[in-house]
């Protein structure tokens, strides 16, 4: 499909900078395709949804992953920002360069205190360029590995807003907070499930109140999510890999709740995205580990997922493309235009939607 099909003008000012308080007071668009549309908030949800549903949240934690560094070459060097994206080993990672165009493979580039000495190996960290791809994308192999490479991340690198939001401000400590989910468990992200960021510990136990359970999988969110997709045609897009994983005891219980009539709905675009890699012809979820770069576009025939709930994404974006496959490009295209014209903020801070599949 043509690209510029999924293109829409967003006024500037509906890009939301900060998250509304408390979390769940965050406006929710319900867009059912047979029937409109209904402006509620996210809190309306359990009111929204059916004893026996069964929400599947995505449990990542995002790491400090912007890296800020000097490249060492003979007797120059030149500063670099690395944004990291994808682990691939104890001491590997792939990352987006900034300037790319400044590094070469076997390059040495080095994070933290700036001396040039080897006194505090501490307050350091090195990397090597062992890879160089399209688009500003390397392979890094760091000095440290496993849990200590780990620590010196924690330690060095920086929240990473996203661009929209980083261009305009700067990340402090309030991001600490407002970028996670409550409950985000498993280290790995480099952007936040957003979907996610609207839930609070009393929404949940209202939902437990109206019998709609949860379950937990694991999609590490990488930097490709925020890369405009450049692409005249869809079918000459590629998707960058991100790692998951759906565990057999969760696969069960989906596929129980659903036997019992149950729905499934996915909170945010990474969990749709996992289940239906994980996803049999016939519609069972199995259990997965492993990487996906499942690329999903109007036609695309869904097998798990009943509804999603997602916040509203960029335009020419694969999640804008994702979200328009679910209920149809023609909804999506006016429930944007409803969004625009009635207020609603947009973007990894904004509002949410809830979207039922076509």
Same mark, same amino acid.
């Given at each position: ?18 998250? =509304? ?40 934690? =995002? ?8 490249? *060492? @070459? ?6 670099? /920002?690395?944004?990291?994206h ?6 590997? %990672? ?10 070469? =493979? ?19 960290l ?7 791809? /399209? ?9 440290f590995?496993? #849990?200590?490479?780990?620590e ?5 690198? /920086?929240? #990473? ?20 989910? *409550?409950?985000? @468990? ?9 979907a ?6 009393e ?9 709609i359970?949860r379950?937990? &999988?694991t999609?590490?969110?990488g ?5 405009? &997709? ?12 991100? %790692? ?10 989906l596929? /129980? ?29 199995? #259990? ?8 999903i576009?109007p036609g ?5 997922v ?8 960029? #335009? ?30 947009? +973007?990894? +801070? ?9």
């Amino acid at each position: 499909m043509r690209v510029d099909l999924f293109d829409f003008e967003l006024p500037e000012q509906h890009i939301a900078l900060r998250p =509304v308080e408390p979390r769940d007071s965050a406006r929710m668009l319900v867009v059912r395709p047979e029937s409109g549309f209904e402006d509620r908030i996210v809190r309306d949800l359990p009111d929204l949804l059916q004893a026996g549903d069964v929400l599947v949240l995505n449990d990542t934690k =995002v790491i400090p992953s912007r890296l800020y560094g000097l490249r *060492v @070459r003979e007797e120059t060097s030149a500063r670099v /920002e690395i944004m990291l994206h994808k682990r691939e080993g104890a001491d590997r %990672w792939r990352a987006f360069a900034r300037p790319a165009k400044k590094l070469n =493979v076997g390059d040495r580039i080095r994070f933290g205190e700036e001396s040039e000495s080897t006194s505090c190996e501490l307050v350091r960290l090195d990397a090597e360029v062992v890879e160089k791809a /399209e688009g500003g994308d390397v392979a890094l192999r760091f000095s440290f590995s496993g #849990p200590f490479l780990d620590e010196a991340i924690a330690r060095l690198g /920086e929240l #990473p807003l996203p661009p929209y939001i980083a261009g305009k401000r700067a990340a402090d400590d309030q991001d600490k907070t407002d970028y996670q989910t *409550v409950y985000a @468990r498993d280290e790995g992200a480099v952007a936040a499930p957003t979907a996610g960021l609207h839930f609070t510990d009393e929404l949940f136990r209202r939902l437990d109140e109206r019998g709609i359970s949860r379950q937990f &999988v694991t999609l590490h969110v990488g930097a490709g999510t925020f890369l405009p &997709v450049k692409a005249e045609d869809t079918q000459e897009h590629r998707m960058h890999a991100e %790692w998951g994983t759906l565990s057999a005891s969760t696969a069960q219980a989906l596929n /129980e709740a659903r036997a019992r009539g149950g729905r499934i709905v996915a909170v945010g675009t990474t969990s749709l995205r996992l289940l239906e890699s994980a996803a049999r012809e016939d519609g069972t979820i199995a #259990p997965f580990s492993g990487d996906t770069a499942i690329f999903i576009t109007p036609g695309y025939r869904f097998k798990a997922v009943d509804a999603l709930m997602t916040n509203f994404h960029l #335009p020419r974006s694969t999640l804008f493309m994702l979200v328009s496959a679910f209920a149809g490009l023609e909804c999506m295209r006016a429930a944007y235009s409803h969004a625009i014209e009635t207020g609603y903020r947009f +973007y990894s +801070y904004g509002d949410s939607s809830l979207l039922f599949r076509r």
